[in-house]
């Protein structure tokens, strides 16, 4: 008998449709640079911030965050912060543009069966996607040995090879989802306790690529 696969939002933290951009074609490939999803991540973690903040956070000149900036905000993924976004932000003069995320999520859609070029798009994105988090992780490690020893023990990396159905792997990430959906999401510019900080959560769940796919 042939499993249902669930289609309902993967994703139950999400509290309105507001909260995550589902691109387009279009959108997805602009979207698709390394950059661009560093930029994008760190106004989403952040808050508003300038092309000025956020070069000084990468490591790049003003000149190129604010031209990859620019094509965010041509493909509807960051805007202009207005004056009550900006509220609480020490400013420290000037007329320079700020910045702000407009989702909070990307949910990326498969591609339509049968179109191959929005398909090499997609991976493409998945692909600079999972390289941005790979590169998160080596940044953690690169920092570690500057936190106390309490919280560098948090830190973990395994992985565990499970025997599942498409729908079970389905059902697998929802779980997941709920089960970090139970604790306090960081919302930008919240206040931090002082026995706090902000823990990033990844999880990958993919076909193990060192077999031969199952029969369709």
Known sequence: MMEEIPTEDRHPWFESADDAVRPDTAVLQSLAHPLRIRLLGLLRLHGPSTATKLATQVNESSGLTSYHLRHLASAGLVTDAEPDDLAGIRQTGGRERWWKAV???TAVPDAPAGDEAAAAVRDDYVRTALAHYSGTAQR?????????????????????SLQLTPAESIRLQGEIAELVGRYRRHEPGSTVEPDQAVVTAQFLVFPHPDQEPPAG
């Not at 948090?154 to 992985?159: E, K, R």
């Open 140 to 160: 953690w490690l690169a920092a570690a040995h500057t936190w106390p020893q309490e919280w560098r023990s948090t830190a973990g990396f395994s992985d565990l």
């Open 103 to 105: 989702h909070r999520f």
